[in-house]
């Protein structure tokens, strides 16, 4: 006879599990009252499908746009998957789902647009998170002198990112907001699109930048100073242009002093 | 745990005894534009984390207007592991935000020692253990954030036969921790009819003045087992069971939660206007 489980952390663990997908172990089975001819396994399910219907709905909107692109089973099949594979670590459920876009590639090879989707959706969610930290504007830059200007160690803002892809996600994204997309659209266009996202007074703003501006600016994903950033770039793009990518990112609000951080 | 003078410090300032509702999505736009008499409002913790700024700016507005109410879902007090720290340092940016009358969260737990999360509210059994546990978390939570919380008792779908009853269990967390008591009145019930006990003899073994604030909510029968789903609304034996409560216990402020089929703002008010009116009734008998 299978003894039941007295420890907390062995009869959380197994509960888990079984949550999770894996057949109950016989001593969590013996942990639970039988009542009025229920069997245990069959109280357990009701945990087990209120876990994974909180996960489903959580992905689902998480990623409006792929759900709207995509059949229903199809998306329920994916979002199945990756709960069994991939377990929630947090409480916070707008915190689950970051790998999905991955989940995508691997289930649908074929349709490389809908696992970009899913990576610009995230991203665009954590904009949406993201708190508002004043940027660096022209009035402060003005105050330091040229050499003060070329040690300014900066960060891109927590409401800017960059994207890039050659699939046409950004286009799927704002058809869909726009309420004008369908699954079967197949007018959007294939092209290397380098894509600075702004979000700012409730609203995404996206900004086509060239390959100079993008690497320029891909350099303060981690602090760097304006001087490494610049002779990078120049270093790949002997034609940028500081100037340009200078005023657009301080009259775009993109860069943040990096000690606003700390 | 708690020495009597760090609780008179840590203490819920409680608000007067009137209903309120659960602040949900379909209802935001509704409730700052008519502002609705109400006595009071409960958002979802984990709705707000993090500085999505239209919902935060929804939020102060209503704030502004109403007493507010914080209501976890996912610390999960009753885990064997650590909180998650993370969730905790957003809670008590959050709570220092808005400043609201209560901070509350259930007595369950959610996440395996090893950081996998259910993302549901889990049974605990009712042991020495689990109470240490709980209460050790409760601690924690109450330290960080300079004041006394609010646990409520969870509805449950199996048990684990343990050293006590439910109803001790919470007693005694309340006792030794120091925190209030949140008691939902639907889930005493939803947990009587699916485990077989009265649900008058919970009532009578709560610690009254830790009874800070009653849920009432609606069920789903399914046959063997009724499910709190907060999608209908509150059933005539939980308005019995809350009308025992108040003779018993007596009138808190009270907070209708409808989470799913949600109905538009006029039924949900007309639902707690219901609760309004039996909390008159006590108020004017304990007066």
Known sequence: MTTPVRDLALLQRLLIDTLYGATPDPRLLASIGVRGGIDAEALLSIYRNGTRGTLYQALE??????????DADQFRRWARAYVGTLPSVS??????????????THFAPDRPDLSELARLEWLISRLMQAPAIPALDFQTLAGYSAEEQAALCLRLAPRAALFESMQPALEMWQAFQEGVGSKHDNRFEIHDRHTLLIYNSNDLSPFELSMGEFLWLANFAKTSTLLEATERTLSTYPDFSLD?????????????PAHHLS | MVDAASADRLRIQPIPAHAGIG?????????????PQLGWLEAHSENFFGDNSRRHALLAALRAHYPLSLHGVGLSLGSSGALDPVHLQQLQTLVSRYEPWIVSEHLCWAAAPDRRHSNALLPLPYSEEAIRTVCAHIDETQELLGRQIAVENVSTYLEFPGEMTEWAFLA????????????????????ARNHGFDPTVYLQAMPQASVVEYHLAGYEDRGHT?????????????????????????????????????????????????????????????A
Do not use: K
Request: hydrophobic share 45%; aromatic share 8%.
């Open chain 2, 226 to 286: 009724l499910i709190d789903t907060h999608g209908a609304a509150v059933h005539e034996p939980v308005w019995a069971l809350f009308q025992h409560a108040l003779a018993v216990i007596g009138p808190r402020p009270t907070l209708i939660e409808w989470d799913t089929d949600i109905p538009a703002l006029p039924i949900l008010l007309a639902e707690m206007m219901h609760a309004e009116r039996y909390l008159q009734t006590h108020r004017a008998l304990a």
């Open chain 1, 61 to 70: 909107l998480s990623y409006p746009a792929v759900r709207h692109y995509t």
């Open chain 2, 23 to 35: 602040l949900r999505d379909a209802h935001f736009v509704d409730l700052a534009e008519q502002r």
């Open chain 2, 172 to 191: 005694e967390v309340a006792r030794r921790s120091g925190c209030g008591i949140l008691l939902d009145i639907n889930n005493i019930y939803v947990n």
């Open chain 1, 91 to 104: 409480g916070d459920l707008d915190r689950y789902g970051a790998d999905f876009h991955d989940f995508i």
């Open chain 1, 244 to 256: 340009t990518a200078l005023i657009q990112a301080l009259t775009l609000g993109t860069l943040i």
